[in-house]
C-alpha cells in the first residue's frame, strides 16, 4: 500500500484468506489482489446472509418477502459451485502432476474397504466447505485482531517487537509461529472477544438443572453463545477490555477449561483450528512486520453475522515500515 493509503480491512482480509485457502488446500490461486474483490467472495458472503436470514423463517414471512431473494441465491449458489468445479477441472488437466495438498488426497485416495475413490459430486462438496470454512472464519479473526492493534498501538508495537526479535528483519515463516507466543495471545484474545463463530449447540444427555433454575430434560438443545461465554465473570472484572495477557499460561490455568471455546468443543469441534491459526499469527506478523496502521477515532466497531462475524466499515490507514 502507499505511503498513507488507507484499506478496507475486512475486504482485504477475505482476499488474503482465499488466497491462502486456495493455494494451501487445491493449489489454485484466486490472484485476490490483482483487482477487485473475487466475485466467490460476494456470493458466498450473500448465501451465507440468505441461509443466516431464512433457517429460522416463518412461513408466511417468507411469502410477504417475495421469491427475489431465493433467485440470487440460486444465482449465487450456481456461482459458487461453477467456481468449485474450475477449481477441480484445472487439477484434472494435469492428471501427471501431484501436489501435496487436500485435493490431490480427495481426487486420488482409495477407500481401503470399497477400492473406491471419493465420488465427484462428494469431492465438489467437500472443496467447498473448506474454501468457506478457510476463508470466512479466519479472515474475520484476522480483521477484528487489526481492530484491537489498531485501538492498542502499544499493544501493537509490542507484537513488531517480537516479530523483528525472531525473525531477524527476514519474512516471517511458518517455523517462527510456535515462538510467536504474545502474537498468539493477541490472537486468542481476539477469539475471546469475537470467536468467528458465534456458538454452538449441545445436546442434553440426562435429565439435569442448569445454574439451580433451568430444568433441561434429556434430549433438548442448549445453543452456547460464545461472545457470552467468553464474557463470563470468570474472565475478570472488565471481561470488555482487551487484554493478550489473559492468555499468559498462569492466567489460564485459573480458569475452567469450557471458558473459552472459539473453535466448538467435542468431535465436531473446527478441525481447521491449528491451520487457522498459524494463519493468522503469520499474516498478522508479516503485516506488523512491514506497516504501522491506525483506524479513524470515530470509528465506532460494527459487526455483522452471517454465519460468522465480521468488522464492517473498518478502514485502516497504512504507513511502510
Request: hydrophobic fraction near 40%.
Amino acid at each position: 500500500a502507499a505511503a498513507g493509503g488507507k484499506i478496507d480491512a475486512t475486504a482485504d482480509a477475505n482476499k488474503l484468506a482465499l488466497d491462502v485457502i486456495g493455494l494451501a488446500g487445491f493449489g489454485y490461486d484466486f490472484a485476490s489482489f490483482d483487482g477487485d474483490e473475487h466475485p466467490f467472495v460476494g456470493a458466498m458472503s450473500r448465501v451465507l446472509e440468505h441461509v443466516n436470514r431464512t433457517s429460522n423463517d416463518i412461513p408466511f414471512l417468507r411469502k410477504l418477502r417475495g421469491n427475489g431473494a431465493d433467485l440470487q441465491y440460486e444465482k449465487d449458489i450456481a456461482f459458487v459451485r461453477t467456481v468449485v468445479d474450475d477449481v477441480i477441472t484445472e487439477r484434472q488437466a494435469k492428471p501427471g502432476e501431484h501436489q501435496d495438498d487436500l485435493l490431490d488426497l480427495m481426487l486420488n485416495n482409495i477407500d481401503d474397504e470399497t477400492g473406491e475413490k471419493l465420488d465427484p459430486v462428494n469431492i465438489r462438496n467437500q472443496v467447498l466447505t473448506f474454501l468457506v470454512a478457510g476463508n470466512e472464519t479466519t479472515a474475520g479473526a484476522i480483521a477484528f485482531a487489526l481492530y484491537f492493534l489498531s485501538r492498542h498501538p502499544e499493544i501493537a508495537d509490542a507484537a513488531r517487537a517480537e516479530v523483528a526479535d525472531i525473525t531477524g528483519g527476514e519474512t516471517p515463516a511458518f517455523e517462527d509461529v510456535a515462538r510467536m507466543r504474545y502474537l498468539r495471545r493477541v490472537v486468542d484474545e481476539t477469539l475471546r472477544l469475537w470467536p468467528s463463530a458465534p456458538g454452538y449447540f449441545r445436546k442434553v444427555r440426562t435429565d439435569t438443572t442448569l445454574g439451580g433454575r433451568y430444568a433441561m430434560p434429556k434430549g433438548s438443545w442448549v445453543f452456547v453463545l460464545l461472545p457470552q461465554l467468553h464474557r463470563d465473570p470468570v474472565w475478570g472484572e472488565n471481561p470488555d477490555s482487551f487484554d493478550p495477557d489473559r492468555f499468559k499460561p498462569e492466567n489460564v490455568k485459573k480458569r475452567p477449561a469450557h471458558a473459552y471455546r472459539p473453535f466448538g468443543t467435542g468431535p465436531r469441534s473446527c478441525i481447521g483450528r491449528q491451520f487457522a491459526l498459524h494463519e493468522a499469527v503469520l499474516s498478522l506478523a508479516t503485516i506488523l512486520q512491514r506497516y504501522s496502521f491506525q483506524s479513524d477515532p470515530e470509528y465506532k466497531l460494527d459487526v455483522r453475522e452471517a454465519l460468522t462475524l465480521k468488522p464492517v466499515g473498518l478502514e485502516l490507514s497504512l504507513q511502510r515500515l
